[in-house]
């Protein structure tokens, strides 16, 4: 008896001495974006994966998701608080009502400049930002950021100044203080996902949206009506690479190094993918006949004083720290 039992546990030791010898569980992530295949932002998440899978000799490999097949982006995010989406790049617009910190980059003109917001989320600000997302109760961590250039107005009439919004429905982003915007702007905001906006503008529940120039080409929204371009730039939003802090948790201390390496090199990959794709966008939408309007975007920046007001509240000193970056 005594004899059996000493066997067992010594069955029990080695088998468990042979567990501990395995190499760590080979896992898969998921990443997701709303973007098609193709995109700078889904071309540089892919890189990063590639980069893992080498780095981890196939112990970590990668899947990527793109085109909204997991859902939208409010969806994506609550998928990857609990730890069904890995990896999200994401705008960072539908983010500030879950970690309500970054709605200091969410603000109207709160960035001079494409060249200030890179400033900004390449600095101090940046990181800490990332760092709020990660320490707070959202169950995500922040990666990297991303470029997702400035966001104008496109609808179906001509807009020059805010009293030519009047009486226009215009789909914003998932988060009150966009609406807020857009009503401060001249216009209705509605609050509304990607996913819909084409169908919207097409069967004339909305009258326009707005955003970067490879958006509207990409998801086609000039097709469904929206054919003129106000450059207004009002919304100079930065993106997010976010991963699920239940997975995060569970990687080893070189591997969660390892991500965070792999993401900032798919910031830098991104921006550079970007800045082509701005240009090369631009240059097809006005080839498709959509028209540019360049105008005074003076009068919309006034018309969102309120906004920044109201909401800035929250960020006084962070917003002079902004504004005082060159
Ligand atoms: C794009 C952004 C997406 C998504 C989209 C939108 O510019 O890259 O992440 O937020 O806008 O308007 O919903």
Redesign the pocket.
């Known amino acids: 008896m005594m004899f059996r039992r000493n066997l067992i546990a010594r069955s029990a030791a080695v088998a468990l001495a042979g567990l501990l010898a395995l190499p760590a569980m080979a896992q898969t992530l998921k990443a997701a974006d709303?973007?098609p295949a193709g995109y700078p932002?889904v071309a540089a998440v892919e890189s990063m994966g590639k980069k893992l899978e080498a780095a981890t000799q196939g112990r970590i490999k990668f899947q990527m998701f793109p085109g909204s097949v997991l859902g939208g982006?409010k969806e994506m995010i609550e998928q990857t608080q609990v730890g069904a989406i890995q990896i999200l790049?994401?705008?960072l617009?539908?983010v500030g009502p879950v970690v309500p910190e970054v709605n200091v980059f969410n603000m109207p003109f709160v960035f001079r400049n494409i060249a200030h917001m890179r400033a900004v989320i390449d600095g101090p600000i940046g990181q800490d930002l990332l760092d709020k997302i990660s320490a707070s109760p959202a169950k995500m961590i922040g990666l990297a950021w991303m470029d997702?250039g400035s966001?104008s107005l496109y609808t179906k009439k001509p807009v020059r100044k805010p009293e030519d919004l009047k009486g226009q429905k215009i789909r914003m982003?998932g988060n009150p203080l966009f609406v807020d915007t857009m009503n401060a702007m001249g216009g209705n905001g509605i609050a509304m996902?990607?996913g819909e906006v084409f169908t919207a503008i097409q069967t004339g529940v909305i009258d326009g949206?707005e955003?970067?120039p490879p958006?509207l080409f990409t998801a086609n929204h000039f097709k469904a009506g929206a054919k003129y371009y106000t450059q207004t730039n009002h919304l100079i939003i930065p993106?997010i690479l976010v991963m699920s802090k239940v997975t995060w948790d569970k990687l080893s201390a070189a591997d969660q190094a390892l991500v965070k390496k792999t993401a900032r090199e798919a910031q830098l990959e991104q921006r550079q993918l970007w800045d082509k794709a701005v240009a090369d966008y631009t240059a097809k939408l006005k080839a498709e006949g959509v028209e540019f309007i360049e105008m005074d975007n003076k009068p919309f920046y006034d018309a969102t004083a309120p906004v920044r007001a109201k909401y800035g509240a929250n960020f006084a000193d962070l917003m002079k720290r902004i504004s005082d970056v060159k």
């Open positions: 709303v973007h932002t982006e790049r994401t705008s617009g539908p997702g966001r982003m996902g990607y949206a955003n970067n958006s993106e």
